[in-house]
């Protein structure tokens, strides 16, 4: 693309005022990026927000997921909305503003009364679950005039929210137990959400009836060898047809979906499994001493490789450049991160892979390479960057999944810190204590950081100054352990917690309530439609910083 073209369309649109702000902030202390701005370089673009507006979604990429998306909402892009866990296939989409900046009201709770509660027996006897948990992200899109608010809960059920309204569009699909993960809406506009559950089956549904309809599901057991577990924590990515899903049987799946309609226009899906490999080999079940281990973090995918982790610490990429053309993928990256590795795996622009992971084990290999890790997938004999340590209790480590915003990458620890890193160089700028476990991913959307603790309360800081530790703008008490991550879609903030309820917050004046969907056109770059956070910004109270 010619970074000047598209300037100066922003600029004939009036979103360039919008960014001269955030780029001026932006300008003061973020001496590693600063080489980029005048480049050019997609690889580098991030870090600056003039680049980043007037970057465009590639939709005609000759790989799986284009390095030039990263960011950005789903390509192809026909669906305006925040679709599957972190939004893109890259793990790196967090939704859109204008972000409120000062406190939000709450906009509804789903349901009214009560909660949405299951029992379910994770082996150590039946318990009662309320809420959305771990990941819980709520999908947000554009449809026929309303924006739906999408997601699976603790009472079985795959909801279908009026996202204004916070009602039911049509009635929640009941699995058979309850649901952990994040659903993803299919890319492509195809009325097909693909959900798991811990009832044992992954499965696609219909919504564009008066009720959803299951038309497939895939079994744990569909496979062999399979190991461990049999639920479905992962978000799946769908691609050009393909869907990918590392399943709690410990293997990693993709099958061909061949979605159509049928006569009487509804959707179809004839689901074909075209391949599998296991999520272990046997040098990690030798290492990690023991032989049940489960996929539960969600598919990354970055050019043509495909990324996922274990619970047994095993990080691979896998090659699916030839998949279309039936050439089975094969394996061309291995780590070893010693343990659980949970969070999600992000990738950046330049292809380099963050990658979380738990400190339940505490063995020689964990401790050296620490639970938050920079990765150069090119570099397979060697390929740490900078890693991070978080040791100090049984267990530590990360469950959320990072987030990339500008030249810093933000993350949570179970002991409830907050951590902003310098993305070049892993020197960590700011720490933050909350009341942990923060399983929560957190979310960076219009240089607001969002980021909700386990007694129940949504924070927000500026992070308009990634050097800095980000000033608070506001907190707002919900009650209920918030481990969901947040969807934020046209400056509303949709999240589950473990109270029971999905809550919307949405600006409190100034009519910032969308009452309409934001024209699609906007939705093409992640900060088309923000503003800048004020510098007068007055922090409410604020949390102690954690210096251990
Ligand atoms: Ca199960
Ligand atoms: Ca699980
Ligand atoms: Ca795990």
Same mark, same amino acid.
């Given at each position: 693309?010619?970074?000047?073209?598209?300037?100066?369309?922003?600029?004939?649109?009036?979103?360039?005022?919008?960014?001269?702000?955030?780029?001026?902030?932006?300008?003061?202390?973020?001496?590693?990026?600063?080489?980029?701005?005048?480049?050019?370089?997609?690889?580098?673009?991030?870090?600056?927000?003039?680049?980043?507006?007037?970057?465009?979604?590639?939709?005609?990429?000759?790989?799986?997921?284009?390095?030039?998306?990263?960011?950005?909402?789903?390509?192809?892009?026909?669906?305006?909305?925040?679709?599957?866990?972190?939004?893109?296939?890259?793990?790196?989409?967090?939704?859109?503003?204008?972000?409120?900046?000062?406190?939000?009201?709450?906009?509804?709770?789903?349901?009214?009364?009560?909660?949405?509660?299951?029992?379910?027996?994770?082996?150590?006897?039946?318990?009662?679950?309320?809420?959305?948990?771990?990941?819980?992200?709520?999908?947000?899109?554009?449809?026929?005039?309303?924006?739906?608010?999408?997601?699976?809960?603790?009472?079985?059920?795959?909801?279908?929210?009026?996202?204004?309204?916070?009602?039911?569009?049509?009635?929640?699909?009941?699995?058979?137990?309850?649901?952990?993960?994040?659903?993803?809406?299919?890319?492509?506009?195809?009325?097909?959400?693909?959900?798991?559950?811990?009832?044992?089956?992954?499965?696609?549904?219909?919504?564009?009836?008066?009720?959803?309809?299951?038309?497939?599901?895939?079994?744990?057991?569909?496979?062999?060898?399979?190991?461990?577990?049999?639920?479905?924590?992962?978000?799946?990515?769908?691609?050009?047809?393909?869907?990918?899903?590392?399943?709690?049987?410990?293997?990693?799946?993709?099958?061909?979906?061949?979605?159509?309609?049928?006569?009487?226009?509804?959707?179809?899906?004839?689901?074909?499994?075209?391949?599998?490999?296991?999520?272990?080999?046997?040098?990690?079940?030798?290492?990690?001493?023991?032989?049940?281990?489960?996929?539960?973090?969600? #598919?990354?995918?970055?050019? $043509? *490789? +495909?990324? =996922?982790?274990?619970? /047994? &610490?095993?990080?691979? @990429?896998? !090659?699916?450049?030839?998949?279309?053309?039936?050439?089975?993928?094969?394996?061309?990256?291995?780590?070893?991160?010693?343990?659980?590795?949970?969070?999600?795996?992000?990738?950046?622009?330049?292809?380099?892979?963050?990658?979380?992971?738990?400190?339940?084990?505490?063995?020689?290999?964990?401790?050296?390479?620490?639970?938050?890790?920079?990765?150069?997938?090119?570099?397979?004999?060697?390929?740490?960057?900078?890693?991070?340590?978080?040791?100090?209790?049984?267990?530590?480590?990360?469950?959320?999944? #990072?987030?990339?915003?500008? $030249? *810093? +990458?933000? =993350?949570?620890?179970? /002991? &409830?810190?907050?951590? @902003?890193? !310098?993305?070049?160089?892993?020197?960590?700028?700011?720490?933050?204590?909350?009341?942990?476990?923060?399983?929560?991913?957190?979310?960076?959307?219009?240089?607001?950081?969002?980021?909700?603790?386990?007694?129940?309360?949504?924070?927000?800081?500026?992070?308009?100054?990634?050097?800095?530790?980000?000033?608070?703008?506001?907190?707002?008490?919900?009650?209920?352990?918030?481990?969901?991550?947040?969807?934020?879609?046209?400056?509303?903030?949709?999240?589950?917690?473990?109270?029971?309820?999905?809550?919307?917050?949405?600006?409190?004046?100034?009519?910032?309530?969308?009452?309409?969907?934001?024209?699609?056109?906007?939705?093409?770059?992640?900060?088309?439609?923000?503003?800048?956070?004020?510098?007068?910004?007055?922090?409410?109270?604020?949390?102690?910083?954690?210096?251990?």
């Amino acid at each position: 693309m010619n970074p000047t073209v598209n300037k100066t369309t922003l600029a004939l649109l009036g979103l360039f005022v919008l960014a001269a702000g955030a780029l001026f902030l932006s300008m003061n202390d973020l001496a590693p990026s600063q080489s980029s701005a005048d480049a050019g370089a997609v690889v580098e673009s991030q870090d600056d927000p003039v680049a980043a507006l007037s970057r465009q979604l590639v939709t005609d990429s000759p790989y799986w997921s284009d390095p030039a998306n990263v960011g950005m909402s789903y390509p192809p892009g026909t669906v305006s909305g925040l679709l599957t866990f972190r939004g893109n296939p890259s793990r790196t989409f967090y939704g859109t503003g204008p972000v409120p900046t000062t406190t939000p009201t709450q906009a509804w709770r789903y349901p009214k009364t009560g909660g949405l509660c299951g029992t379910s027996d994770d082996g150590s006897g039946a318990t009662t679950w309320c809420g959305t948990g771990w990941t819980g992200q709520p999908a947000a899109f554009e449809r026929e005039g309303k924006t739906w608010l999408v997601f699976g809960a603790y009472d079985y059920g795959v909801h279908f929210v009026d996202a204004l309204t916070g009602s039911d569009i049509i009635p929640p699909f009941k699995t058979g137990d309850i649901i952990k993960g994040s659903v993803t809406i299919d890319p492509d506009g195809f009325p097909l959400v693909y959900t798991g559950s811990r009832d044992n089956y992954l499965r696609v549904l219909s919504f564009d009836g008066d009720k959803p309809k299951e038309l497939w599901k895939l079994g744990a057991d569909a496979v062999s060898p399979v190991m461990w577990n049999n639920d479905w924590d992962s978000s799946p990515l769908v691609i050009d047809d393909y869907l990918f899903e590392g399943g709690e049987n410990s293997q990693f799946h993709i099958v061909k979906l061949n979605r159509s309609y049928d006569a009487n226009g509804e959707v179809q899906v004839d689901p074909e499994l075209v391949f599998h490999t296991p999520g272990w080999d046997a040098k990690v079940l030798d290492d990690w001493g023991g032989d049940q281990m489960s996929i539960e973090n969600s #598919p990354t995918i970055i050019k $043509d *490789t +495909v990324y =996922f982790a274990n619970s /047994g &610490g095993l990080v691979q @990429g896998w !090659d699916i450049s030839g998949l279309r053309e039936g050439t089975d993928p094969h394996r061309v990256f291995r780590f070893w991160t010693g343990d659980d590795t949970d969070a999600t795996i992000v990738a950046d622009e330049a292809g380099f892979l963050y990658v979380g992971s738990e400190y339940e084990k505490g063995n020689a290999r964990s401790k050296e390479v620490g639970q938050m890790m920079k990765l150069d997938p090119t570099k397979p004999d060697d390929p740490i960057v900078w890693s991070i340590k978080d040791q100090k209790n049984m267990p530590s480590g990360v469950w959320g999944t #990072p987030a990339l915003y500008q $030249d *810093t +990458v933000v =993350f949570d620890t179970n /002991g &409830g810190e907050i951590l @902003g890193v !310098d993305k070049m160089t892993g020197a960590v700028r700011w720490r933050k204590q909350l009341p942990g476990p923060t399983w929560q991913s957190p979310v960076v959307v219009d240089n607001v950081l969002l980021i909700g603790d386990c007694s129940g309360t949504m924070h927000a800081y500026d992070m308009s100054d990634t050097a800095v530790d980000p000033p608070a703008l506001w907190d707002v008490k919900i009650g209920g352990c918030i481990e969901s991550t947040p969807a934020v879609w046209n400056g509303r903030i949709y999240f589950g917690t473990r109270d029971g309820g999905m809550h919307a917050l949405s600006a409190t004046t100034g009519g910032a309530v969308p009452a309409e969907p934001v024209p699609s056109e906007s939705v093409s770059s992640e900060s088309a439609s923000s503003e800048s956070v004020p510098m007068e910004s007055v922090p409410t109270e604020s949390v102690p910083a954690s210096n251990n």
